[in-house]
């Protein structure tokens, strides 16, 4: 049986040559024209085959039938790994005619085999040509060939539909259907190992819904992948591959196949991190990682998970896809865990990292894949930033945020992100803010969309951590060109660049905060308060409610200018957007009303505005009713701002509070589950009754 690469969405399957008869007369094959154009004309002269179109199995028909398998095997052989033959074979319209070989019930054994090994190659790594292999209706010739007596059909034809199905645009095969179930248990059953192959690479492709997994998980498809862990190498690596695939974030799949056969096949995929083969191991390792993402409480034993880490760290020495591809399985692995993070310290993951990234060019996948798990390891854990910032580490890092190749641009600035969070690293050295901002500036203007998003987040949590000498931000023309982000078209640039100028404002000076508010503009503010994008629009609050903090002409200024930004806010609060909008709407009114009087009659007029209509309940007092408790907190805080004691105007507040129900909501939560709230509501009651002795009337 020829040998076959593996399947399961771990790494493209390399095309290959498929074995076939030797031609009838050598001397005739060697005077035929095997220029594109020529074969594609003979391959469409040769027609039907013999049982059709020539008469039977005359020696016309056999010649002609020979000229076709010559035709097609020259193709094949002119097609494999070229991609350029392939778009010029495309354009000549082969692709038609090497299908329509599949179609015929009398082409011979070498005409199938020969068809369809070029109907795989078309469409392997080649978009136009997995569409063009599939409008002619490959996928059907081929599945109907599985049950051909000639085994080297079958090979040929299971090898093709492996390609196919590691394209996009191949069919969804609905497993739902109780019907194309049993035609994949069939597949699975196979003594052939490409057809069992070609099995996993259906159920991998085919199981993206929950419906569709919990359907392969009844049907006991992940046991049956799993027995097949004893096969060939590329089968094993398949079945791992399909595995996975099957219990990737699905919590009850998971569970389900961790605890069957108490264990058995948990055990076997723990088993394979041991494999010799280190593209098994790493599909190991990437299944365990599925698991323990979809069930942690199935994964919970911390030697397998520190031998995961050892494993893939071993891998990255290794060369090719599984070098470049262990640091991102590793990246998954630890990502958001301090535990995992924490253990990957102790095996020295920093310092292996970093000595792996010294080590390669910066024109590689590799430097992008450890670039990524070095920031993810920066993220949680100060002492794996202070152990990353080496002065080569650190000249790298500059280096690569003006490199050509936008994956390690956007690399660098991810890991710059996280080593940002330490204060320390901004305040000297060779990473320090003075460094890091004017490259980082200038990646805003990338013609990346992905650059420009990852630079936007370094700078947010450069914003953060450099407080005492926001200067240096302000001086290096980054708030412009945020402003100028804000009006992109594009909604995360959109919200990077708002996020990134809400951290500028948060503590900044008054004289400072002047400056941003002239370059973003009251009508800037307002049309991102209402952007189409509720994401956009929280942190478009959360940036008023810096504005605002402390700071009564800014105060003042947000309900000038004919109340501009207060009616964007109101409309934002009467629609009841996001909680998180509702949220940060709700603590810009409360640092307005802890202004002056003025301030505190422009919150009382957006949450109690004039109107006819009075059957619509106040959003204020829907917000008081809400589950969410930031929300009420957030409420409470605004009231308790606008009726502080001391205040001339605060006891006429309370009655109209009074009156419009407000106060007679917050009674009614004396008793509120959260803690918080408890508290803010008894203050408001208390300061009612500093107020006005008549406020419970």
């Known amino acids: ?201 259906i159920i991998s492709h085919s199981c993206e819904s929950s419906a569709e997994q919990l359907s392969l998980c009844s049907a006991g498809v992940p046991q049956k992948l799993v027995s097949l862990f004893g096969g060939s190498m590329n089968l094993r690596d398949a079945c791992l591959g399909s595995v996975t695939a099957v219990i990737r974030n699905n919590r009850d799949v998971a569970s389900r196949f961790a605890s069957t056969d108490h264990g058995k096949g948990f055990r076997s995929v723990v088993g394979l991190i041991h494999d010799r083969s280190p593209h098994t191991r790493l599909l190991a390792c990437l299944c365990l990682i599925a698991l323990g993402h979809a069930s942690p409480c199935h994964f919970q034993d911390k030697q397998i998970k520190t031998k995961l880490i050892m494993v893939l760290l071993e891998l990255i020495e290794e060369p090719g896809h599984v070098g470049d591809e262990a640091p991102l399985a590793l990246t998954t692995l630890i990502k958001d865990s301090f535990e995992l993070q924490k253990q990957a310290l102790t095996t020295n993951a920093v310092e292996k990292l970093s000595n792996h990234l010294l080590a390669n060019p910066l024109e590689t996948r590799r430097a992008v894949t450890i670039m990524l798990a070095l920031s993810e390891l920066c993220s949680k854990l100060e002492e794996s930033r202070s152990q990353l910032m080496s002065v080569e580490v650190s000249a790298l890092l500059l280096e690569a945020l003006k490199h050509d190749w936008a994956d390690i641009r956007i690399a660098a600035c991810s890991c710059l992100k996280n080593i940002s969070r330490s204060p320390k690293v901004l305040s000297g050295g060779r990473l320090s803010c003075d460094t890091v901002i004017g490259p980082l500036v200038q990646l805003l203007n990338d013609s990346s969309t992905s650059v420009q998003v990852a630079a936007l987040g370094a700078i947010c ?176 805080w605004c009231l308790l701002n606008l009726i502080y004691p001391k205040c001339e105007a605060s006891s006429g507040r309370v009655v109209r509070l009074q009156n419009a129900g407000v106060i007679q909501q917050v009674k009614s939560m004396i008793n509120d589950p959260c803690l918080d709230c408890k508290l803010r509501v008894r203050m408001v009651l208390e300061h009612c009754v500093d107020n006005a002795d008549d406020c419970f009337m």
């Open 1 to 201: 049986m020829p040998a076959t690469a593996s399947v399961g969405g771990a790494r493209p399957e390399p095309e290959e040559a498929s074995p076939a008869p030797a031609p009838a007369s050598t001397s005739a094959s060697s005077c035929m024209g095997t220029r594109p154009e020529e074969l594609t004309a003979r391959l469409a002269a040769a027609g039907p085959g013999p049982a059709e179109g020539c008469g039977g199995a005359g020696a016309g028909g056999e010649e002609v039938e020979h000229e076709r398998v010559r035709a097609l095997r020259e193709i094949k052989n002119q097609i494999i790994g070229n991609r350029t033959k392939k778009l010029l074979y495309l354009r000549l319209g082969a692709v038609p005619s090497v299908v329509a070989a599949l179609a015929e019930p009398g082409a011979s054994p070498a005409a199938l085999v020969q068809a369809a090994a070029a109907a795989g190659s078309f469409a392997c790594g080649v978009e136009d040509g997995a569409r063009a292999v599939l409008a002619a209706g490959a996928v059907e010739h081929l599945t109907r060939l599985l049950a051909h007596p000639d085994e080297k059909v079958v090979d040929a034809s299971a090898r093709a539909l492996r390609m196919i199905y590691q394209s996009r645009l191949a069919p969804k095969f609905d497993v739902n259907s109780g019907e194309n179930m049993d035609f994949v248990l069939s597949l699975l059953d196979s003594e052939n190992e490409n057809v069992t192959e070609l099995a996993a690479a």
């Open 461 to 636: 949590n450069i914003a953060v951590n450099l407080t005492p000498r926001k200067s240096v931000l302000l001086h290096s023309g980054v708030v412009s060109q945020l402003v100028h982000l804000s009006k992109s078209m594009d909604p995360m640039l959109r919200l990077k660049s708002v996020w990134a100028l809400r951290n500028i404002m948060f503590l900044l000076s008054p004289k400072d905060k002047d400056f941003i508010v002239k370059e973003l503009t009251l009508s800037t503010l307002s049309s991102l308060i209402c952007d189409s994008e509720h994401f956009v629009q929280e942190q478009t609050l959360a940036l008023v409610h810096n504005l605002v903090d402390g700071y009564v002409d800014s105060a003042n200024y947000v309900i000038g200018e004919d109340g501009m930004v207060m009616d964007a806010i109101a409309r934002q609060l009467i629609n009841a957007s996001a909680p998180g909008v509702c949220i940060q709407g709700m603590y810009v009114l409360a640092n307005i009303a802890a202004g002056n009087e003025l301030n505190k009659e422009a919150v009382m007029n957006v949450l109690l505005p004039h109107r006819a209509d009075r059957i619509k309940p106040l959003f204020v007092v829907n917000f008081l009713q809400s589950k969410d408790k930031q929300l009420r907190v957030a409420t409470l």
